[in-house]
């Protein structure tokens, strides 16, 4: 009972006569671990509409709300023990691993039957590609880190304007001068850095790049050399030191903030700065509490090698064990939520139904990042934005200027967890030991890293 770009509702009419008077059983069982978390209660009453709305358009299903929250450590077992949701949130640096394992099924042949191929971001493809061309997932939403920013900590330390928009920091320089600005004037914090886990280095790879580094080259015979020790690296961890020793403007203990606790930093005038993402206003605002007008961004500050943004997203994957009526099954659902190009009652009515979602629960409405090229789907997109904006643009546009500019780039290539991992060892000896050798550290973590690389390096023939 496959779905084209027709929409659903022709198709309900088609499953009715299918079906015939008589109710049925649902034959077709869909996973859904995209479900939101328990403590995500209004996104979970969105999902729950989207539910009774799949009774009426696909009766032959049962969607079963399965939340999961990807882990490298826990997805493989997962895969083998066959307990896989039909679909799954991941992220972008692991769509070409798990479709090197075998891990997750091939859908191209339904996203082709729909029409989504060719609406789908060619860079998004490209990364949900395997090397002959076929396609094991579609985008949920793409992302660049910027700065979040506290905009009271900024206004009590006279770093707005006439106003009241934050005097955003351009430069790295900068930015560690407001932060000692800001600290100095309120007592809070200028940054919260993360130093915790795989985050840290996440975060730390922008910085780097703000240096001119380059952390990891893939070479013409599919293996790959770290960088970790390369000049440019080194100074941007003696850099990140010096926010320790020198300006002395992070949190108290930078190694136990993770991704989840700097938006409580800033959302509760611990912190005025976090580097974060433009799909993730949500937590400080609706999840901690933060006011709609107290949260600005702002580009990622530049370098000596420029200013870049790291960019990613999230893309919705499906279990290697699901059929192919079970993907359809699940492609519905996310047609219904508004996650594809299709412009349809349907779609229309889960983009309204997600932007109503964000106003009501105190979240900032801004724009998205384009998963989607299909200019008819990016204005229905624009107009459910559009006519539930509840923040002041000025807040953001510096944020969005800079991502629309030249300066996005995609996360290292290789082991890419293994190596934020690395780089968080990093992080954590240089903010707890002022003595630190950052050389020396960088040095070790390269060797690992490259140990890594090579123990995954695919066998000579």
Partial sequence: MKRRVAGLLGATLAASMMLGVAAQAADITVNLGIWPEDTLTDEITMHEGFLEKMKELRPDVEYVPAYYKYSTDTFMPMVEAST????????????????????????TDQLEERGWLDAMNPAIRELLSDENGRIYGTPRDGYALGLMVNVDLFKQAGLVDENGVPKFPQTWDELAEDAKAIKEATGAA????????????????????????????????????????????????????????????????????????????????????????NDAVNQPTAGNGMALENLAMCAIPAGPGGQYSLSGGTPYMFSKDATPEEIDAALDYLEVMGKCPVVSDETVSGLEADAQMRKDAGIPVIQKF????????????????????NVDPALYQPYFDAVSADGLRTEEPGQTQDMYAELTKVLQAVLTDESADVASLMQTANENYQTILDNAAPAAE
């Fill in 84 to 107: 896989v949701p039909t679909v799954f949130e991941s992220w972008f640096t692991e769509p070409q691993k798990l479709i090197k394992q075998g891990a997750v099924a091939d859908i």
């Fill in 190 to 277: 200028g940054l919260c850095l993360l130093a915790k886990d795989n985050a840290g280095g996440w975060h730390f790879s922008n910085i780097a790049w703000a240096f001119g580094a380059t952390l990891v080259t893939e070479n013409e015979d599919g293996t790959f050399t770290a960088n970790l020790a390369s000049d440019e690296a080194i100074a941007a961890m003696e850099y990140v030191k010096s926010l320790k020793w020198e300006y002395d403007v992070l949190t108290a203990d930078p190694t136990s903030e993770d991704w989840g606790t700097g938006f409580t930093q800033i959302a509760t005038d611990n912190a005025a700065m976090y580097i974060a993402a």
């Fill in 370 to 389: 384009p998963c989607w090229i299909n200019e008819d789907f990016l204005a229905a997109e624009e107009k459910s934005i559009e006519e539930n904006a």
